[in-house]
């Protein structure tokens, strides 16, 4: 009445049972580790994120020391060091400006032994 194909093995339902939980662990075996490296980079760039915003912290502790620092002198050591007390704030954060001077010529800046080329 019935009759098997015999090119295809014939599996047991515990063998199809055992088969399925093999897969399955495999799936969640690839999961878990899919999961785990996304959160290791996570916590990654979580850990670089917090130590720039610990490094911005520090600095503008430094630059307000150092601008009360500056405050504490009288106007004659401010002047001795080349500041004024309006520009306090704006030297500790920006850095003082650079002196104006006139460009130099080309002839100058070749004959100067800084520009020349190692023999």
């Known amino acids: 009445m019935f009759e098997r194909d015999k090119s295809v093995p014939f599996r047991s339902f515990v063998e199809i ?3 399925a939980g093999l897969e399955r662990s ?3 075996r690839a ?3 899919g999961t785990a490296r996304a959160f290791g980079q996570w916590i990654g760039a979580l850990l670089v994120a917090c130590t720039r915003l610990a490094d911005w912290v520090a600095a503008v502790a430094r630059r307000r020391r150092a601008i009360r620092e500056l405050r504490q002198l ?3 050591t401010l002047a001795d060091i ?3 007390r309006s520009l306090i704030e704006y030297t500790v954060s920006h ?3 650079a002196t ?14 800084s520009f020349r080329q190692a023999a």
Not at 102 to 113: G, K, L, M, N, Y
């Open 82 to 84: 080349g500041l004024s």
């Open 100 to 113: 104006q001077r006139p460009p130099r010529r080309w002839s100058e800046r070749t004959s100067d032994s």
């Open 95 to 97: 850095g003082r400006p």
């Open 17 to 19: 049972e055992r088969q």
């Open 74 to 76: 009288d106007d004659r």
């Open 26 to 28: 495999r799936v969640m």
């Open 31 to 33: 999961y878990v580790r």
